[in-house]
Structure formats: C-alpha cells, structure tokens
C-alpha cells in the first residue's frame, strides 16, 4: 500500500476545500441551531446563493470579482430575510419545513432549462474565477508542504479560505461571548422567558438567521473558487446535513466544535476511501470483492456508523460538554 | 390584624388605601397602576376571561386566586403580551397596553414570572441574572462586538446581580447551570431575574408552588420586601394561609370573571367565594383541601 499516498489524500481532505467549505456552512448552523437553537435546514441554498451570484454575475454578465462577493452576500441576507420574516414568529419547526423547501426550490431553479442562460442549467457555469485568481500574490510553480503538493493557485485558496474560516470564528467568538450571545442562548433554552425578560426575541432570531446565513455563504464562494466551477447538484439536502453532522461531531455551541468536525469529518470520508481502494487495489482478501465505486458507499456507511457510535458515548460532540447536556433530562 | 414586626410603613400605607374601597368586584382603587376593561378571551367555545373592570393599586400586594382553570394564568398571560384577547383594553400606568409585544411590556416595567418555571437551563445562574437586566449595550449587535463598549456596563450588571442572588440565599449556586437547581431554587431564581430589570410591578404566576416550607417563609419575605421598596406584586396563589399571610387585597377570579374582591379576611368568608370553590356544598367540611377559608371566629 503507498502510504505516502494515503497520507497526503486524508491531509488534502482535512484541511482542503472540502473541509474549509463546509467548515464555514458548520461555522453559520452553530451561530443558528448551536446557539440560537434554529432549526436552519436550508444551509445549502445559502451557499448556492453565494456560488452562483457570483458566477452568474462575473460568468454570465461580466461584472468583476467583487461585485459578485458583494452581491452574494447581500443574496445571502435576502435569503435569510424573505426565510425568517414569514416563520421566525412561529414555532420552531416552521423554519425547519420552511428552510428545507426553500433550499430545494433554489437548486431547482439553478438546475432548470428555463433559466440555463443564466445559472447554465444541470453543467452548472465555470469560468468566472479568473478574477479572484488574477489577485493570487504567490509565484506560480508547485508547492509542497510535508506530502502535500499543490499547485499556486490551489495554495491561494485555501490560504483565503482557511482566513475567512479564521474571521467567521472570530466573528462568532465575539458574539458569543458578548450580552448579545447570551440572549441567544437564552432564547435557544426557552423564548418565552427571553421575551418575559424585555428582549426582542424576533429581532434576535432574525439577526442570527441572517449572520450564520452570511458566514455559511462564504463557504459557497470558497467552493467556487476553489473548483472553479459551480454545480447545483452540490447544494442539495446533503450538503446541509453533512454540515449538521459535522457541527454535531465536533460539538454544538462551542466556537471550534465546527471546525474540528469539518477536519475529523472529511479525514474520516476521504481516508476511509483511500485507504479501501488501496486495499482493493492490493487484493485483499474480502475487501476486493468490492468494485471502487460501491468502497465509495461503503465509506458513508463506515463514517455514519462511526457518528452513531460517537453519539453514544459522546453525544455532546467532541468539544461539547456533557454535564450541559444531561440537563435536558430534567 | 396580624402585622408582622419586620412589615414597614409601605404595607399601613398599602392597608390604609384600601381601606375605604368597596368589597365590590371592579371596585375602584385610590392609586390604580393597572386598570383593566372589557378584557374577554375565549378558546373555540370556551370563555376562558372575561373580566369586566378590574383595578390593582399601586405599592400594594395584591393575591388573584381562584379555583384551578378560572382563567388567573390567561388573565396574566393577556396583561403581560403573551396572549391577544378578542376584546377589551387594559392600561399600565395610564398607557393602553393593547396590542404591545410582551417585551415591551416588560420594559415598560410590568414583568412577570411563569406558573410553569422556566429556568434558562445550560445557562449558568449568573448568567440568568445578567440577561435579567433591561438596556443593555452589549445586547446590541454592532456593540456586541466591541467589549469595551459594554464591560463597565456588564461589572454594574454583575454586582446588582450578585447582591439579588444574595437576597435569595442562591450565590452559592452562582456559577451552576441553571437546570442543575432544585424546583424551588428555580422559582426563586426566576423570580430574582424578573427583578435585574428593576420593575415597576411584578406578576407571580403561582411562585410557591412546589416549595418547601421552609422555603416558602423566605420567599414570602422576599415578596414583602418587593413591596417595602415600593414596587406592586399582583400574585397567583392556591394556599390561602399564604394568600391572608401577604397580601394586602385579594381578587377572586371563576370561570373567567371577577366574582369577589376584598382585603383576604372578608372575601375569605364570602360565600360567592366558597361556592366557587367548592361548588356549592357549603355543608361541607371547608377544610377538605387542607385549607381554611374561615378564621375560627366565634361570632
Ligand atoms: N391555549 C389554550 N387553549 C385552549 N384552552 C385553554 C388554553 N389556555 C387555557 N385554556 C382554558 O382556559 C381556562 C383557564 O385556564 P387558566 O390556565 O387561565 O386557568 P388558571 O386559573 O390559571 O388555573 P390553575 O389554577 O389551574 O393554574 C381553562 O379551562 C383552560 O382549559
Ligand atoms: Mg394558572
């Protein structure tokens, strides 16, 4: 077995695209279902709204680079807005059903014949990064750190993105720690009293819709720029729920719990499939009646075995703690 | 009259007020902080309140009791924004409340507390109090992110938290979650947490339910205290020992109306007020509940 290979496939994995990616959608669910207790079903479409405006604006419509951040962000706000205003007064699970619809109906419009000038339909649209690449201050030629090499493009971004995970955990660690973050957590734990206590509960909700919506879709700029395509495909129910399982795994309501799932999980998901290939590769026994593509199942399998596990002995998550938790019982 | 020797000038102050009002339902009060018109909610067919002129006065204690399902807790629930009735209009220190959130009745100094404790709890004790407190700076977004712009606040918060923690015998548990607390520390901790917001007029939904006797003494202390310093407590309460201990007026709610009102010796003799409760059967041992609604009185 290349070792070697393994190795840098894992580590490309835990601190790569993906794991930025979804780091960031974790990183927004934590400031909503972490701490506010929203139940936000919809991560992906806020990442698609992001991807494609800027795709579509730069690819499409030949506005610059920052015209399409900017744009994408302030999609990303509408999106929250026109989600929270109807369901947010509501109960809990009405943003649930809401969100989870919504996200849907974004990636069948992004996906639909109709509008294939504009998103580019099933093929999704993939020149439009030339701009964000022009800004890349690294000399071209490859770079390798440990066993990983990477081409000076690859480096920038993950460089940009590991940055803005940086900044969105700062963002979430001031206001967490802050009067403002306490009335989240007091609305997470029980609304009614938040309100008897003279807070705005809406307006709270609102703003925490709105913020983790905008961190999570800087996960969706990375991913485009990162695969310097866009796909609606990506931004289906998956998506969000690898988010939901990566928050979990590294513990809700705490700043890191995101990113130290998003690093476990993608190590897991990746490792896993490496490491099976090359077992089937070297003819192991057992393991080789397996073709390549049904290994790349049985990691799904093997990963959400491992989270059943951990929900067993660790519900909390990685960083959580349990003694919080076990006050639910009461 | 049984006047306890730590009761000050606010409760003779409270007594004497009351004194010259009719034992009437809706009577008119000298001082009124809440008046309350026309209020009527009702639930499919149910007329779950409808209570017609109702008035609390100011700096006193008032108990509104009533047999289990009058209405107390929706009546509370509709004064303080957390229920919209289908008609009528109540006015808090001369402002119509009709139609305003919850929240900003509670600011405007009118909080309440609930029948069914709600303890924030993953929230440490302390951090209960904190977010007790109205107007704070840090609570806003933009500021919430610049913590010089809100520390001096938050110490000022802080040790007003802590001196009501005090008050309430719960600074040993300061630093526990809030869920970790016994049912009776929680009311306690509840009701000192209506209290960072420094309110005009607190409402009890039942605060001694489920507390230990021994308890129980200490959070009567604590209500009394409310009313040395000058607030008004309307409270709901089943024990009636408890009801003539501390309150000043008592306001007699069944099937959603006000049938009775009187200092609690009187209206604990009116016999509208034993029919409610007991349906009648004023043969009956009135004792059957535990509790005594007539005082032995040989006359
Ligand atoms: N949300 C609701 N939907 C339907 N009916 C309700 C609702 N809330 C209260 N009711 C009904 O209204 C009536 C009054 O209820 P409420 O809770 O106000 O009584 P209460 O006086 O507080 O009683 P208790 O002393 O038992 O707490 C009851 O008959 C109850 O069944
Ligand atoms: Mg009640």
Known sequence: MDWSFIISTTLLAAFGIEAIVFGLAAIGLNLQFGYTGLLNFGQSAF????????????????????????????????????????????????????????AEIVRLLLRSVTLKEWFGGSDGINDFSRGFYDLNPIAIGRYTIGPISLSQDQLFIIIVGWCLVALALLVTWLLVRSPWGRVLKGIREDEDAVRSLGKNVYLYKMQALIIGGVLGCLGGFVYALGRQAVNPDFFGTDSTFFAYAILILGGAARVFGPVLGAIIFWALIQGSDVILRSLIDAGVPVVSLMTASQAAIIRFILVGAGLMILMIYRPQGILGDRKELALDAR | MPDSPVAGSRKEAAVQALAAVPNV??????????????????????????????????????????????????????????????????????????????????????????????????????????????????????????????????????????????????????????????????????MARALMSGPEMVMLDEPMAGVNPALTQSLLQHIKDLR????????????????????????????????????????????????????GHHDKALTASGVSFTEEDPA
């Open chain 1, 47 to 102: 990442l698609a709204v992001a991807a494609y405006s800027l795709a579509t604006l730069v690819s499409q419509m030949g506005f610059s680079f920052w015209i399409g951040i900017v744009v994408g962000i302030l999609a990303a706000v509408l999106l929250a807005l026109l989600l929270g205003v109807p369901t947010l007064r509501l109960r809990a699970d009405y943003l649930a059903i809401v969100t989870i619809a919504a």
């Open chain 2, 25 to 190: 339902p809706g009577a008119p009060k000298p001082d009124p902080i809440l008046v309350a018109d026309h209020v009527m909610r009702r639930f499919g067919g149910l007329t779950a309140v409808d209570v017609d002129h109702v008035e609390i006065q100011r700096g006193a204690i008032t108990a509104l009791i009533g047999p289990n399902g009058a209405g107390k807790t929706t009546f509370f629930n509709l004064l303080t924004g957390f229920d919209t009735p289908d008609s009528g209009s109540w006015l808090f220190n001369g402002k119509d409340l009709a139609g305003i959130p919850a929240y900003r009745v509670a600011r405007m100094g009118m909080v309440r507390t609930f029948q069914l404790t709600k303890a924030l709890s993953r929230m440490k004790v302390i951090e209960n109090m904190r977010l007790g407190s109205t107007g704070q700076t840090g609570e806003r977004l933009w500021a919430s992110m610049l913590p010089f712009t809100w520390r001096k606040q938050e110490r000022e918060i802080t040790s007003r938290a802590d001196a009501l923690l005090e008050r309430f015998n719960l600074l040993a548990k300061r630093e526990d979650f809030a869920g970790s607390l016994s049912g009776g520390q929680r009311k306690l901790l509840e």
């Open chain 2, 228 to 279: 040395e310093q000058g607030m008004t407590v309307l409270f709901v309460e089943h024990d009636m020992d408890m009801v003539r201990d501390i309150s000043d007026w008592v306001i007699v709610m069944a099937q959603g109306r006000v049938i009775a009102e009187g200092p609690p010796e009187d209206v604990m003799k009116d016999s509208a007020v034993i029919d409610a409760y007991l349906g």
